[in-house]
């Protein structure tokens, strides 16, 4: 076997998860390492935890009101939609780190705050994620 063939067979990797260390105006909200915070083509989505699993397993698709998934350009943003959508039945909220092929696509607009994503046959590369825990008081 050469190596294509035993690189071909190695099962995708899972995205990583972060730690959540805590944020604030002092960090900017920013709860990512630097070199995704500062990378123009990596995007964030917050939404509630109990919805990773399924995001993990069939992608990013958004109820019939929504109709699109949106994606802000830094994790401070997406941190408050996080902590919008915890409930009790998902106390806690995630930051789900994503990177999309060609930003440009049809079915992809661009916004000032990041991305709207209403072609949901496009899916980006989710690179990582960061629980956010209930404790946690976004201000």
Aim: glycine share 8%; net charge negative; charged share 20%.
């Amino acid at each position: 076997m050469n190596r294509d063939e035993e690189a071909a067979e190695e099962p995708p990797k899972q995205p990583a998860q972060y730690p959540f260390a805590g944020a604030s105006d002092a960090n900017g909200y920013k709860i990512f390492p630097p070199e995704f915070e500062e990378d123009p083509s990596v995007f964030f989505h917050g939404t509630a935890a109990s919805n990773l699993e399924s995001i993990l397993k069939i992608g990013f698709r958004p109820t019939a009101a929504l109709g699109s998934s949106s994606f802000a350009r830094n994790s401070g943003l997406a941190l408050g939609y996080a902590c919008s959508k915890r409930s009790e039945t998902s106390p806690n909220g995630v930051v789900i780190m994503v990177r999309f092929a060609d930003e440009n696509a049809a079915g992809i607009r661009s916004e000032a705050f990041g991305l709207h994503l209403d072609d949901h046959r496009i899916q980006p590369l989710i690179l990582g994620y960061c629980v956010i825990p209930a404790s946690y008081s976004h201000r």
